[in-house]
Each structure stands twice: as C-alpha cells, then as structure tokens.
C-alpha cells in the first residue's frame, strides 16, 4: 500500500512550537518533491513549504519564512516542518505531499500520494 502519513499537530499556544513529520510507506520518497500544505478555517489552501529531492532547494510562503523549517530524510522515508513563534492564524490542518514536480511549481494537484492531514491550532 502507498501512502504518507503525516503527524504530530496539536494544540499549542501562541509563540509555542510544533514538529509535524510525515512517513512514506510502500515507496520511496527520495526522488520526489515534498510540499506541506495546510488550510485554515474559511481559507483556502496554501503551500507552506517545499523541499527539492535532494534537499538542496526549499521554498517558503511568505507568511512562514523565518519561522517554519522544511527537512527531509531519504534514508528514513520521511520528512518534517518545524513550526515555531507560532501564530493563531497558523491554525488549520497541514499534509504533506510527494510528487515528480519540480519544488518552484509544485501544487497539491501535482502530487502522487499525500497524507490525511494534522490538526494544528494555535489559541490561548
């Protein structure tokens, strides 16, 4: 069976910190573009971050950069975004994705397999 399985969303407060990983399982990731995307409540779903193959391109959306940071583990099948100095309206569900598109066109409808999605929100 091919999937990916994201984890690791919760309940944090503001300025707090969260580490979502995403597994594949029944296939390799290494020679595929990872991107996570997340919608939040009453908005549409955006591209958060994205990681080339090998790691050596990652893309941020604006509203992330300096606090959100993409890696990835061909050797373990897996990949992460740390979230930190996060922010109520970082609030929604995050997946991660896995496609052969290049990371700077990369969109959800590009990808071959991606994961059910983590709840992350951010209150006090």
């Known amino acids: 069976q091919l999937r990916l399985v994201d984890s690791g969303g919760g309940l944090v407060q503001p300025g707090g910190s969260l580490n979502l990983s995403c597994t594949a399982s029944g296939f390799a990731l290494d020679s595929l573009t990872i991107g996570w995307f997340r919608q939040g409540p009453g908005k549409e779903r955006e591209r958060v971050a994205c990681?080339?193959?090998?790691?050596?391109?990652?893309n941020y959306a604006d509203s992330v950069k300096g606090r959100f940071t993409i890696s990835r583990d061909n050797a373990k099948n897996t990949a992460s975004l740390q979230m930190s100095s996060l922010r109520p309206d970082d609030t929604g569900v995050y997946s991660c994705?896995?496609?052969?598109?290049?990371?700077?066109?990369?969109?959800?409808?590009?990808?071959?397999?991606w994961g059910q999605g983590t709840q992350v929100t951010v209150s006090s």
């Open positions: 994705a896995a496609g052969p598109t290049p990371c700077h066109t990369f969109t959800l409808g590009d990808a071959t397999s």
């Open positions: 990681i080339s193959r090998s790691g050596a391109i990652i």
